[in-house]
């Protein structure tokens, strides 16, 4: 591993991690999600353009990685503890309950448009702040607080018209 990159690993693999954990809520998948993401980052390198900073350049990817785990319905990466976790009946109907929520929220929040949709996932799994995310834009911080604020409108309108809040 060269010695750039590894301090970008040592810089960003916790915040990432936690950001994928809160994504998944599974540490065994963040970790798996974790490590594909900064083979991805490494191995693409050079295609970063610094349009954006490392860590939303890293969180774009994990949060797509994560994506392409929730189409493929990929529980191989799953570890056995998790599987044999999820089968235990104590509250199965509540784990079912919650994991279909945060699915269909999940499938909404793909539904909005550009750049709420972007704005909104970097506001909230990223974590940036309105000034990083206006800059990421080519806008103002202002800019991402007024689009963050309409596409948290927008979100809510389209949960409650389906019926999942």
């Known amino acids: 591993m ?3 990159f590894r301090k ?5 693999s916790r915040p990432l991690y936690l ?4 994504l998944c809520g599974n540490e065994q998948l963040a970790k798996d999600i974790l490590q594909d ?5 490494m191995m693409n390198a050079d295609s970063f353009r ?8 890293l969180c774009t990817i994990a949060k797509n990685l994560y994506y392409d785990h929730l189409k493929k319905g990929d529980s191989a990466l799953l570890p056995l503890e998790a599987a044999a ?35 909104f996932t970097l506001r909230v799994f990223a974590e ?19 689009t963050f604020y ?16």
């Not at 610094?50 to 350049?57: E, I, P, Q, R, Y």
């Not at 079912?96 to 949709?117: Q, S």
């Not at 309409?150 to 809040?165: C, F, I, P, T």
């Open 85 to 119: 976790e999820t089968a235990d009946n104590d509250d199965i109907e509540k784990r079912i309950a919650d994991k279909d929520l945060a699915l269909g929220i999940h499938k909404t929040l793909h539904r909005l448009d550009e750049p709420y949709r972007e704005v």
């Open 37 to 41: 993401t900064m083979l991805k980052a």
């Open 150 to 165: 309409r596409a948290k409108q927008k979100l809510m309108k389209m949960l409650k018209d389906e019926g999942l809040l």
């Open 2 to 4: 060269d010695s750039d």
């Open 128 to 146: 940036l702040g309105f000034p990083e995310i206006g800059g990421v834009f080519g806008k103002s911080g202002n800019w991402a607080g007024v």
């Open 19 to 22: 950001f994928i954990l809160r």
């Open 8 to 12: 970008i690993y040592e810089e960003y």
């Open 50 to 57: 610094g349009g954006c900073s490392v860590k939303t350049w």
